[in-house]
Protein backbone atom coordinates (compact mmCIF):
# COMPACT_ATOMS: atom_id res chain seq x y z
CA UNK A 1 0.00 0.00 0.00
CA UNK A 2 1.44 3.28 -0.76
CA UNK A 3 1.42 6.07 1.93
CA UNK A 4 2.91 9.06 2.75
CA UNK A 5 3.46 11.16 1.55
CA UNK A 6 0.50 11.03 -0.82
CA UNK A 7 0.89 11.49 -4.93
CA UNK A 8 0.26 15.10 -5.34
CA UNK A 9 -1.08 15.72 -8.66
CA UNK A 10 -0.32 18.53 -10.40
CA UNK A 11 -3.39 20.31 -12.11
CA UNK A 12 -3.36 20.04 -15.46
CA UNK A 13 -2.71 22.18 -18.11
CA UNK A 14 -6.09 23.64 -18.45
CA UNK A 15 -8.14 22.41 -21.12
CA UNK A 16 -11.35 24.68 -21.25
CA UNK A 17 -13.48 21.57 -20.39
CA UNK A 18 -11.35 20.33 -17.45
CA UNK A 19 -11.92 23.96 -15.55
CA UNK A 20 -15.01 24.20 -16.43
CA UNK A 21 -15.52 20.09 -14.43
CA UNK A 22 -13.49 21.32 -11.49
CA UNK A 23 -15.44 24.58 -11.37
CA UNK A 24 -19.05 22.25 -11.40
CA UNK A 25 -17.58 19.92 -8.88
CA UNK A 26 -16.40 22.69 -6.58
CA UNK A 27 -19.94 24.36 -6.84
CA UNK A 28 -21.87 20.59 -5.88
CA UNK A 29 -18.92 20.71 -3.22
CA UNK A 30 -20.69 23.99 -1.77
CA UNK A 31 -23.83 23.28 -2.06
CA UNK A 32 -23.53 19.73 -0.44
CA UNK A 33 -21.71 21.36 2.35
CA UNK A 34 -23.83 24.03 3.32
CA UNK A 35 -26.95 21.81 3.00
CA UNK A 36 -25.14 19.57 5.53
CA UNK A 37 -24.23 22.40 8.22
CA UNK A 38 -27.98 23.62 7.66
CA UNK A 39 -29.36 19.92 8.77
CA UNK A 40 -26.63 19.27 11.43
CA UNK A 41 -28.06 22.87 12.51
CA UNK A 42 -31.36 22.34 12.30
CA UNK A 43 -31.09 19.04 14.16
CA UNK A 44 -29.30 20.82 17.56
CA UNK A 45 -31.77 23.47 17.36
CA UNK A 46 -35.32 21.96 16.69
CA UNK A 47 -36.99 20.92 19.98
CA UNK A 48 -39.37 17.93 18.65
CA UNK A 49 -37.26 14.91 17.72
CA UNK A 50 -39.11 14.98 14.31
CA UNK A 51 -38.25 17.30 12.81
CA UNK A 52 -34.77 16.97 13.99
CA UNK A 53 -34.57 13.54 12.55
CA UNK A 54 -35.99 14.97 8.92
CA UNK A 55 -32.78 17.86 9.23
CA UNK A 56 -30.74 14.82 9.77
CA UNK A 57 -31.89 13.11 6.65
CA UNK A 58 -31.02 16.02 4.68
CA UNK A 59 -27.80 15.99 6.14
CA UNK A 60 -26.77 12.15 5.13
CA UNK A 61 -28.18 12.68 2.09
CA UNK A 62 -25.90 15.54 1.74
CA UNK A 63 -23.47 13.73 2.72
CA UNK A 64 -24.07 11.08 0.27
CA UNK A 65 -23.12 13.50 -2.73
CA UNK A 66 -20.43 14.26 -1.40
CA UNK A 67 -19.11 10.66 -0.96
CA UNK A 68 -20.00 10.54 -4.83
CA UNK A 69 -17.64 14.02 -5.38
CA UNK A 70 -15.17 12.14 -3.55
CA UNK A 71 -15.64 8.92 -6.26
CA UNK A 72 -16.88 6.67 -3.54
CA UNK A 73 -18.89 4.96 -5.75
CA UNK A 74 -19.66 1.74 -3.11
CA UNK A 75 -19.69 4.11 -0.14
CA UNK A 76 -22.45 6.60 -2.03
CA UNK A 77 -24.75 3.39 -2.11
CA UNK A 78 -24.53 2.18 1.24
CA UNK A 79 -25.11 5.63 2.64
CA UNK A 80 -28.33 5.96 0.86
CA UNK A 81 -29.69 3.00 1.51
CA UNK A 82 -28.39 2.22 4.74
CA UNK A 83 -28.25 5.42 6.66
CA UNK A 84 -30.88 7.41 5.26
CA UNK A 85 -33.16 4.41 4.03
CA UNK A 86 -32.59 2.10 6.83
CA UNK A 87 -31.13 3.26 10.11
CA UNK A 88 -33.03 6.70 9.89
CA UNK A 89 -36.65 5.10 9.03
CA UNK A 90 -35.73 2.93 12.24
CA UNK A 91 -35.26 6.41 14.36
CA UNK A 92 -38.31 7.90 12.72
CA UNK A 93 -40.31 4.81 13.14
CA UNK A 94 -39.61 4.33 16.95
CA UNK A 95 -40.46 8.23 17.15
CA UNK A 96 -43.68 7.92 15.68
CA UNK A 97 -44.47 4.49 17.53
CA UNK A 98 -43.96 6.39 20.81
CA UNK A 99 -46.39 9.14 19.63
CA UNK A 100 -44.52 11.80 21.39
CA UNK A 101 -46.83 15.09 22.61
CA UNK A 102 -45.41 18.29 22.46
CA UNK A 103 -45.68 18.49 25.92
CA UNK A 104 -43.83 14.59 26.45
CA UNK A 105 -40.85 16.71 25.74
CA UNK A 106 -38.24 17.41 27.71
CA UNK A 107 -38.49 21.32 29.26
CA UNK A 108 -35.31 22.64 27.93
CA UNK A 109 -35.30 26.44 29.03
CA UNK A 110 -31.96 26.78 28.99
CA UNK A 111 -30.93 25.60 25.74
CA UNK A 112 -29.61 28.09 24.25
CA UNK A 113 -27.21 29.05 27.40
CA UNK A 114 -26.12 25.20 27.56
CA UNK A 115 -25.19 25.52 23.52
CA UNK A 116 -23.50 28.62 24.15
CA UNK A 117 -21.42 27.05 27.01
CA UNK A 118 -20.61 23.74 25.01
CA UNK A 119 -19.90 25.81 21.76
CA UNK A 120 -17.13 27.25 24.29
CA UNK A 121 -15.81 23.98 25.17
CA UNK A 122 -15.57 22.34 21.71
CA UNK A 123 -14.30 25.49 19.71
CA UNK A 124 -11.00 25.25 20.65
CA UNK A 125 -10.95 21.86 20.38
CA UNK A 126 -12.26 22.65 16.64
CA UNK A 127 -9.64 24.96 16.07
CA UNK A 128 -6.71 22.69 16.94
CA UNK A 129 -8.12 20.34 14.25
CA UNK A 130 -8.85 22.97 11.94
CA UNK A 131 -4.85 23.52 12.42
CA UNK A 132 -4.15 20.03 12.04
CA UNK A 133 -5.34 20.25 8.55
CA UNK A 134 -4.39 23.23 7.53
CA UNK A 135 -0.44 21.83 7.89
CA UNK A 136 -1.26 19.25 5.27
CA UNK A 137 -0.15 19.13 1.94
CA UNK A 138 -2.47 20.71 -0.81
CA UNK A 139 -3.38 18.45 -3.13
CA UNK A 140 -5.92 18.89 -6.05
CA UNK A 141 -9.30 16.69 -5.89
CA UNK A 142 -9.64 15.22 -9.81
CA UNK A 143 -12.14 12.32 -10.28
CA UNK A 144 -10.44 8.76 -10.29
CA UNK A 145 -10.68 7.89 -13.73
CA UNK A 146 -10.52 4.31 -12.87
CA UNK A 147 -12.81 2.08 -10.57
CA UNK A 148 -11.39 3.75 -7.24
CA UNK A 149 -14.60 3.16 -4.87
CA UNK A 150 -15.93 0.26 -7.23
CA UNK A 151 -18.00 -2.61 -5.54
CA UNK A 152 -15.08 -5.12 -7.25
CA UNK A 153 -12.28 -3.04 -6.02
CA UNK A 154 -13.52 -2.57 -2.02
CA UNK A 155 -15.30 -5.76 -2.20
CA UNK A 156 -11.84 -7.58 -3.12
CA UNK A 157 -10.02 -5.08 -0.26
CA UNK A 158 -12.60 -6.36 1.99
CA UNK A 159 -11.85 -10.03 1.57
CA UNK A 160 -8.76 -9.83 1.35
CA UNK A 161 -6.95 -7.21 3.94
CA UNK A 162 -9.66 -7.19 6.19
CA UNK A 163 -11.07 -10.23 6.14
CA UNK A 164 -10.47 -10.51 10.43
CA UNK A 165 -12.48 -7.14 11.10
CA UNK A 166 -15.31 -7.66 8.68
CA UNK A 167 -16.04 -11.45 10.99
CA UNK A 168 -16.09 -9.35 14.00
CA UNK A 169 -18.18 -7.11 13.14
CA UNK A 170 -20.44 -10.21 11.85
CA UNK A 171 -20.32 -11.29 15.39
CA UNK A 172 -21.06 -7.58 16.90
CA UNK A 173 -24.13 -7.66 14.51
CA UNK A 174 -25.01 -10.93 16.14
CA UNK A 175 -24.90 -9.40 19.55
CA UNK A 176 -26.56 -6.68 19.23
CA UNK A 177 -29.56 -8.71 17.21
CA UNK A 178 -29.81 -11.31 20.48
CA UNK A 179 -29.26 -7.84 22.86
CA UNK A 180 -32.28 -6.42 21.09
CA UNK A 181 -34.58 -9.65 21.20
CA UNK A 182 -33.72 -10.04 24.80
CA UNK A 183 -34.49 -6.37 25.29
CA UNK A 184 -37.99 -6.31 23.55
CA UNK A 185 -39.45 -9.58 24.37
CA UNK A 186 -39.15 -9.05 28.19
CA UNK A 187 -43.16 -9.93 29.16
CA UNK A 188 -44.53 -8.61 31.96
CA UNK A 189 -44.03 -11.84 33.99
CA UNK A 190 -40.05 -12.06 33.88
CA UNK A 191 -39.86 -8.84 35.97
CA UNK B 1 -9.68 20.37 -2.48
CA UNK B 2 -9.18 18.10 0.22
CA UNK B 3 -9.03 20.62 3.35
CA UNK B 4 -12.42 21.43 2.75
CA UNK B 5 -14.31 18.19 3.09
CA UNK B 6 -11.63 17.80 6.46
CA UNK B 7 -12.69 21.20 7.88
CA UNK B 8 -16.73 19.83 6.67
CA UNK B 9 -15.77 16.82 8.88
CA UNK B 10 -14.41 18.54 11.72
CA UNK B 11 -17.49 21.34 11.58
CA UNK B 12 -20.29 18.43 11.61
CA UNK B 13 -18.01 16.48 14.57
CA UNK B 14 -18.30 19.66 16.79
CA UNK B 15 -21.80 20.59 15.92
CA UNK B 16 -22.59 16.90 16.99
CA UNK B 17 -20.50 17.18 20.25
CA UNK B 18 -22.82 20.39 21.01
CA UNK B 19 -25.85 18.26 20.67
CA UNK B 20 -24.45 16.01 23.05
CA UNK B 21 -23.51 17.92 25.65
CA UNK B 22 -26.68 20.79 25.10
CA UNK B 23 -29.75 18.81 24.41
CA UNK B 24 -31.83 16.60 26.90
CA UNK B 25 -33.92 14.59 24.42
CA UNK B 26 -32.87 11.04 24.18
CA UNK B 27 -33.59 10.98 20.44
CA UNK B 28 -31.57 14.29 19.92
CA UNK B 29 -28.69 12.69 21.88
CA UNK B 30 -28.81 9.53 20.04
CA UNK B 31 -28.67 11.48 16.25
CA UNK B 32 -26.21 13.81 17.34
CA UNK B 33 -24.02 10.86 18.29
CA UNK B 34 -25.06 9.19 14.60
CA UNK B 35 -23.49 12.73 13.17
CA UNK B 36 -20.33 12.54 14.89
CA UNK B 37 -20.30 8.92 13.13
CA UNK B 38 -20.92 10.00 9.52
CA UNK B 39 -18.40 13.20 10.11
CA UNK B 40 -15.41 10.63 11.05
CA UNK B 41 -17.34 8.61 7.90
CA UNK B 42 -16.57 11.46 5.68
CA UNK B 43 -12.76 11.97 7.04
CA UNK B 44 -11.86 8.28 6.35
CA UNK B 45 -13.46 8.91 2.66
CA UNK B 46 -11.47 11.73 2.10
CA UNK B 47 -8.58 10.58 3.85
CA UNK B 48 -9.06 7.39 1.47
CA UNK B 49 -9.20 9.79 -1.60
CA UNK B 50 -6.43 11.49 -0.78
CA UNK B 51 -4.10 8.36 -0.41
CA UNK B 52 -5.54 6.65 -3.78
CA UNK B 53 -5.94 3.54 -1.48
CA UNK B 54 -9.58 1.95 -0.40
CA UNK B 55 -8.73 1.28 3.06
CA UNK B 56 -11.35 4.38 4.23
CA UNK B 57 -14.25 2.57 2.62
CA UNK B 58 -13.56 -0.71 4.12
CA UNK B 59 -13.28 1.35 7.56
CA UNK B 60 -16.56 3.51 6.43
CA UNK B 61 -18.81 0.45 5.80
CA UNK B 62 -17.71 -1.09 9.52
CA UNK B 63 -18.44 2.14 11.28
CA UNK B 64 -21.71 1.72 9.07
CA UNK B 65 -22.08 -1.43 10.48
CA UNK B 66 -21.34 -0.36 13.84
CA UNK B 67 -24.49 2.40 13.36
CA UNK B 68 -26.72 -0.06 12.43
CA UNK B 69 -25.81 -2.20 15.58
CA UNK B 70 -25.75 0.65 17.89
CA UNK B 71 -29.38 1.76 16.12
CA UNK B 72 -30.87 -1.52 17.02
CA UNK B 73 -30.25 -1.78 21.29
CA UNK B 74 -30.05 2.11 21.80
CA UNK B 75 -33.68 2.65 20.41
CA UNK B 76 -34.52 -0.71 22.49
CA UNK B 77 -33.42 0.73 25.40
CA UNK B 78 -34.98 4.28 24.75
CA UNK B 79 -38.57 1.99 24.34
CA UNK B 80 -37.96 0.20 27.51
CA UNK B 81 -36.71 3.32 28.97
CA UNK B 82 -40.23 4.93 27.79
CA UNK B 83 -42.83 2.24 29.33
CA UNK B 84 -40.77 2.83 32.77
CA UNK B 85 -40.67 6.29 33.03
CA UNK B 86 -42.82 7.68 30.70
CA UNK B 87 -40.22 10.18 29.51
CA UNK B 88 -37.56 11.03 27.00
CA UNK B 89 -35.47 13.47 29.25
CA UNK B 90 -32.13 12.47 29.89
CA UNK B 91 -31.88 13.76 33.59
CA UNK B 92 -34.72 10.92 34.49
CA UNK B 93 -32.77 8.70 33.90
CA UNK B 94 -30.51 8.55 36.42
CA UNK B 95 -31.29 4.87 37.31
CA UNK B 96 -27.33 4.06 38.28
CA UNK B 97 -26.72 7.45 40.43
CA UNK B 98 -27.05 4.82 44.00
Known sequence: ?191 | MIHNYLLLSIILFCLGIVGVISRRNVFTVFMSIELMLNAANLAFVAFSRFHENMDGHVLAMMVMAVAAAEAALALAVVILLHKHKSKLDTNVFSLLKG
Open chain 1, 1 to 191: MNCWPPKVHLPKKSTKKGALDIMFADGLFLTFAVLAVIGAVGLVLFRHPMNGAMSFVITLISLAGLYALLSAKLIFALQLIVYAGAIMSLIIFIIMFLNIQPDDLPKEETKLLYILGSIIVVLPIGLFLVKIVKSLPITSVEFMDNNFGGVKEVGLLLFKDWLVPFEIVSILLLVSLIGAVILAGKRGTSK
